[in-house]
């Protein structure tokens, strides 16, 4: 059974940059059959992908638009995990924020298993 | 604004059943079937219920069936039972550089 646990901090100073961290159990980060993404939800932006990092003989990230050139997604191996690191933040970037296993069908986009959610605040 | 449209809110009662519309454009819904459909209960992370359009994970009721006609997929959900009652995302896959678009979500009451 696969399960990601996520952890990070749930308040961030403006400009700063928020990090985030999911373990992942049952599965590994370098599987060459799923992808390992970020999610946010909040009530002005509803659910929004944000990006994701996959192996495929080698590493490959993908980002989302809205956040491209602020995000960075990297894969650890040695700790069965990946990181969210999102920088400059704004009040705008407050959100409920979760990790997931891109894990069914042909593009991996179907997201099969969840983290519990992160709350982070953006605020002084 | 949500990339795909979704009705904010449907209702029915226990036994009936109830679809949920998401339109897009030809560049995603129209366009691919990686259209994928989640449950949200207050509180708790989003569940894969469709994914490719029609295609139930293992362990998701068959009461849920999925569709697409054209720029429009819809979640059909049969038997309507009150563990239904939830929130519901649609997403598809988009040729813009985004990779994933998601629709505003539609609140289902069981009345």
């Known amino acids: 059974q696969v399960q990601l646990q996520q952890s990070g901090p749930g308040l961030v100073k403006p400009s700063h940059t928020l990090s985030l961290t999911c373990a992942i159990s049952?599965?590994?980060?370098?599987?060459?059959?799923?992808?390992w993404n970020w999610l946010r939800q909040s009530p002005s932006r509803g659910l929004e992908w944000l990006g994701r990092?996959?192996?495929?003989?080698?590493?490959?990230?993908e980002y989302a638009v809205s956040v491209k050139g602020r995000i960075t997604i990297n894969p650890d191996t040695s700790k069965k995990q990946f990181s969210l690191q999102l920088n400059s933040v704004t009040p705008e970037d407050t959100a409920l924020y979760y990790c997931?296993?891109?894990?069914?069908?042909?593009?991996?986009?179907?997201?099969?298993?969840w983290g519990q959610g992160t709350l982070v605040s953006v605020s002084s | 604004q949500s990339a795909l449209t979704q009705p904010a809110s449907v209702s029915g009662s226990p036994g009936q059943s109830i679809a949920i519309s998401c339109t897009g454009t030809?560049?995603?819904?129209?366009?691919?079937?990686?259209v994928s459909w989640y449950q949200q209960h207050p509180g708790k992370a989003p569940k894969l219920m469709i994914y490719?359009?029609?295609n139930r994970p293992s362990g998701v009721s068959n009461r849920f069936s999925g569709s697409k006609s054209g720029n429009t997929a819809s979640l059909t959900i049969s038997g309507l039972q009150a563990e239904d009652e939830a929130d519901y995302y649609c997403?598809?896959?988009?040729?813009?550089?985004?990779?994933?678009?998601f629709g505003g979500g539609t609140k289902l009451t069981v009345l």
């Open positions: 997931a296993r891109g894990g069914i069908g042909s593009h991996k986009i179907a997201f099969d298993y």
């Open positions: 990092t996959y192996y495929r003989s080698k590493w490959f990230n």
């Open positions: 490719e359009v029609s």
């Open positions: 049952g599965d590994s980060v370098s599987s060459n059959t799923v992808t």
């Open positions: 030809s560049s995603d819904v129209g366009g691919y079937n990686y």
């Open positions: 997403t598809s896959y988009t040729s813009s550089s985004t990779l994933v678009v």
